[in-house]
């Protein structure tokens, strides 16, 4: 089975690190680009950025560019969304998605989402 | 950059009927392969629907279809089921970067 597996939900404080992951499995993980999507509490879906596993290369939404790192690991089929220093405003829902190369074929797989609460 | 405006944002609709979804682009999308069609339930990740504009993802009853070129684009679900009422979005994709809708809901 074709699927995306995140890590469980977070509860932080304002100003700690955090890393969550999404493991894929049933499919060729470096044959496929990964994106991740923020939602807030019953907002809209917000593009975050995109890796491709084979080589590494990322292209980042310019709204958070200097706010996450996106990273991956073809080894273990791992990719991976990482803060430096939370705030509050980081508050929603996180997911990890496929993206077919030929980018023409929609998001075809998503993860089930990781929560993440930041306190202040 | 490219902005999706979708209409209405909240539909009222009862099972059976015929409804039309629409999302209009800020300008005319080179090409319609990168435009796609999502469903979400409350709780779940968004799911896939369409495809290209108009090509149905695996596994999606045919009531849903998707239409549309140039700037102006259409989900059409031909009769509504209990287990449509959710909230559908657009998106495409250009220069590596994915531009979502903000939704439209459909209820009872």
């Known amino acids: 089975e074709v699927q995306l597996e995140q890590s469980g939900p977070e509860v932080k404080e304002s100003g700690e690190s955090l890393k969550i992951s999404c493991r894929g499995s049933?499919?060729?993980?470096?044959?496929?680009?990964i994106g991740w999507v923020r939602q807030m509490s019953g907002k809209d879906l917000e593009w975050m950025g995109i890796?491709?596993?084979?080589?590494?290369?990322?292209h980042y939404s310019p709204s958070f560019e200097d706010q996450v790192i996106i990273s991956a690991d073809k080894s273990t089929s791992t990719a991976y969304l990482q803060w430096r220093s939370l705030k509050p405003s980081d508050t929603a829902i996180y997911y990890c998605?496929?993206?077919?190369?030929?980018?023409?074929?929609?998001?075809?797989?998503w993860g089930q989402g990781t929560t993440v609460s930041v306190s202040s | 950059e490219i902005m999706l405006t979708q209409s209405p944002g909240t539909l009222s609709a009862s099972p059976g009927e015929r409804v039309s979804l629409s999302c209009r682009a800020s300008?005319?999308?080179?090409?319609?392969?990168?435009l796609a069609w999502y469903q979400q339930k409350a709780g779940q990740p968004p799911r896939l629907l369409v495809y290209?504009?108009?090509s149905r993802a695996t596994g999606i009853p045919d009531r849903f279809s998707g239409s549309g070129s140039g700037a102006d684009f259409t989900l059409t679900i031909s009769r509504l089921e209990p287990e449509d009422f959710a909230v559908y979005y657009c998106?495409?994709?250009?220069?590596?970067?994915?531009?979502f809708g903000q939704g439209t809901r459909v209820e009872i």
């Open positions: 300008q005319s999308l080179a090409g319609s392969r990168f």
């Open positions: 290209a504009a108009s």
């Open positions: 998605a496929r993206v077919p190369r030929s980018w023409t074929d929609g998001i075809d797989v």
């Open positions: 998106q495409h994709f250009s220069n590596s970067r994915a531009t």
């Open positions: 049933g499919f060729p993980f470096d044959g496929y680009w």
């Open positions: 890796i491709y596993p084979s080589d590494s290369r990322m």
